[in-house]
């Protein structure tokens, strides 16, 4: 019972976040500004996304940079947990139009399902994004692919363990197998030449080295963030 109830807690509490950052947003985009949310857990953003669905009608696409596909219905009982961000912007009554997801190779049964069965989710998966690489696919042109995916006006929501651990040791479910620095800067440099529009972003899941004694995280975290806000003028 006393897990139950801290369950409950913890659910109407991230709904509250939800609901803050959602009003908050509002207020924003209504003043005519682009608005990015820095996490925290992957599920912060989901207020954010909720705004931008009102207010362009769910007439976007997402482009999610993950190791994980994020599709679960609720995770272990939490339904705002970062394993459900996905899964619950696709059920907002205004939901956006396309899912584009590339980096993944973390995922359960159920999200494969929901891949394989929802048309507006495209997922490209590590492994076979390196596997076409190396039998002569470019990542140019699999980038032009990604970004061909979306519509004219696009969100970016970036899981900085959509990287390689290399440049994100100390986030909380890092995945080996994982996107260069530079694979995602040619991919967002390919998706601002295609002239669509970026309605907002956010970059979540940055963590430090717990000792304090090592910055890398947070100066991979801070160039990624630099690049998200270049593709914004």
Known sequence: PDLQQALQIVNEECHKMVEYIHYTAQDYLQQDKLVGVIGGDHSSPLGLIKALSEKYAGEFGILHIDAHADLRQAYQGF??????IMYNVLQLPQA?????????????????????????????FAPQIFSQHYQGKTWQQQCEEIVQQLPQKVYISFDIDGLDPLYCPNTGTPVPGGLSFSHVEHLLRVLKRSQKQIIGFDLCEVAPDPQGLDEWDGNVGARILYKLCGLVD
């Open 96 to 124: 956006p139009q396309r899912l584009v997801q590339v980096g993944i190779r973390d995922f359960c049964v159920e999200e494969k399902k929901l891949i394989d069965n929802d048309e507006r989710i495209t997922t490209y």
């Open 79 to 84: 339904e705002h947990s970062h394993a459900s």
